[in-house]
Each structure stands twice: as C-alpha cells, then as structure tokens.
C-alpha cells in the first residue's frame, strides 16, 4: 500500500525555521511528482511546492525550499523565514505528472501542524 507519513512540524516563532519530512512506501518517490500543500482553518487547500521526477522544482515562495533524498525515498521542505500567516497543516502528496492542483494529486499524508508565533 502506498503510505505517506509526515513529520517536522511544531511551533516555532516568527522568523524561525523549520524542516518538513514526507517519508514514502509503496511508490519510489522519484517515479513521481511529490508536492506540498497546507490548509488553513477555514480556508481552502493551497499549493505551496513540488518536485518532479527530473528534480524540477517549484514553489510559491522563495522562502521554501523542497528536495529529495532518493535512497531514503524522502522528500523534505525546508522552511524558513516563517511568518504567522504561515500557521496550517502541510500535506505531503503524489501525482504522475505536475500540478499546482490539490484535487488532481492522487495520494496523501495525514498531515503535520506548523504554528508559527507573533
């Protein structure tokens, strides 16, 4: 079965950092295209960043940094610079092909919390 587990996450205050994991089984990572996402109480599902087979990345901010360690079969984001408006739950998630579209991706992790304090 394919399982993607999270972890990284926690409080941390403005202007900090921190490192997400997305730990994959059942797929080989680099076979697809692995994204993050977060989602705000209230607010819709939003993309944030994803990395494609090749290693091509994208992200909605340049204080976000994703990669792939493909013999741990992990992908991480690092996150620094973090702001409150920041504060969701980060999704890590997989499709075949590249998509900034939460509703196209086909498999997801439970979620990891990230607060960050004023």
């Known amino acids: 079965q394919v399982q993607l587990v999270e972890s990284g996450g926690g409080l941390v205050q403005a202007g900090g950092s921190l490192r997400l994991s997305c730990a994959a089984s059942?797929?080989?990572?680099?076979?697809?295209?692995m994204g993050w996402f977060r989602q705000a109480p209230g607010k819709e599902r939003e993309f944030v960043a994803a990395?494609?087979?090749?290693g091509n990345v994208g992200s909605v901010t340049g204080r976000f940094t994703i990669s792939r360690d493909n013999a741990k079969n992990t992908v991480y984001m690092q996150m620094n610079s973090l702001k409150p408006e920041d504060t969701a739950v980060y999704y890590c998630?997989?499709?075949?092909?590249?998509?900034?579209?939460?509703?196209?991706?086909?498999?997801w992790g439970q979620g990891t919390q990230v607060t960050v304090s004023s």
């Open positions: 059942g797929i080989i990572a680099s076979n697809y295209v």
């Open positions: 998630a997989a499709r075949q092909t590249y998509s900034t579209s939460y509703r196209e991706y086909d498999y």
């Open positions: 990395i494609t087979r090749t």
